[in-house]
């Protein structure tokens, strides 16, 4: 008797984002005969980012805010493998990883989020903290918290949605959970904080926050971030004793040269069905990717959304 055994095709996941674990779950209720699956992930474990500002506030634990890569891999039966990417060759199917061999694809999706933008404030790369990736950010909460890092002054420069959320949680993680009496404030360069948003949902904004003490400096730009301070396009000097960067988001460096298309920005361009407009046998979601026809926020929302179309 013949057996027949199904064509495998290698189904490759770089990143561990919403819409990821999406297609993960799907694949671990439903499986594929003849799919192998690699996930590759820098991080074992990833929160949801709906539960952040809740998490940095103390409301939700780290088991409930975060789900386990390395456990959801193996129910869907894939490979886990702790890395990251350094270049895609997009015609030959091959990724290279940074520690491991590279590796051959025949279908690639790239959930890998991005990071808050750095280059445009001198030292903010050595000196400033981005809000992604969360587990840093978790990091110097839980020292303020539990007392091995004193801290008086916490400035977040960028007063989007983002920046406003993050300015809340650790007010009450911090000087209404553990009395800490640290001062936060808010530092954007539009004319209001939260501006993409109505001037009634904006000014409810800022009254929540002037209730609890959390200071809005807006119309000015942080040009110089150092160890201790921060300095403004007016040359006020602000004393800071972190300094968290929730501006606008950039992909990394490696992208440009890998032969996929990308937006203006540099985020890979995708169409409806979250394929590449260049490679077909490609996919991304979340903040990595731009819908070319209908551009979306970079917001997590969007990448939970991805994940029944990837699927």
Known sequence: MNLITPELMHLVLLGGGHAQISVLKSLGMDPIAGLRITLISRDRLTPYSGMLPGYIEGKYTKSESMIDLVRLAHFAGARFIHD???????????????????LHFDRLSINIGSTPRLDHIDGASEHALPVKPVPELMEQVDAITQGYRQCKN??????????????????????????????IRVIHAGERLVDHLNSKAANLVMQAMIARGIKAITRRKAITVSAHQIVLDDSSVLDSDLTLIT?????????????????????????????SISHNHIFAAGDIATLTRDARPKSGVFAVRAGPILR
């Not at 007063?159 to 406003?164: D, K, L, R, S, T």
């Open 154 to 183: 916490i400035n977040i420069i960028g007063g989007g949605v983002a920046g406003v959320e993050v300015a809340f949680a650790l007010h009450q993680r911090l000087n209404i959970s553990t009395q800490r009496q640290v001062n």
């Open 247 to 275: 501006t606008s988001a950039t992909p990394p460096a490696w992208l440009k040269d890998t032969g996929l298309a990308q937006c203006p920005a540099g985020f890979l361009a995708i169409n409806r069905y979250c394929q």
């Open 84 to 102: 990251t990417a350094t270049s895609i060759d997009a015609d030959k199917h091959i990724l290279k990883l940074a520690n491991h061999p590279p």
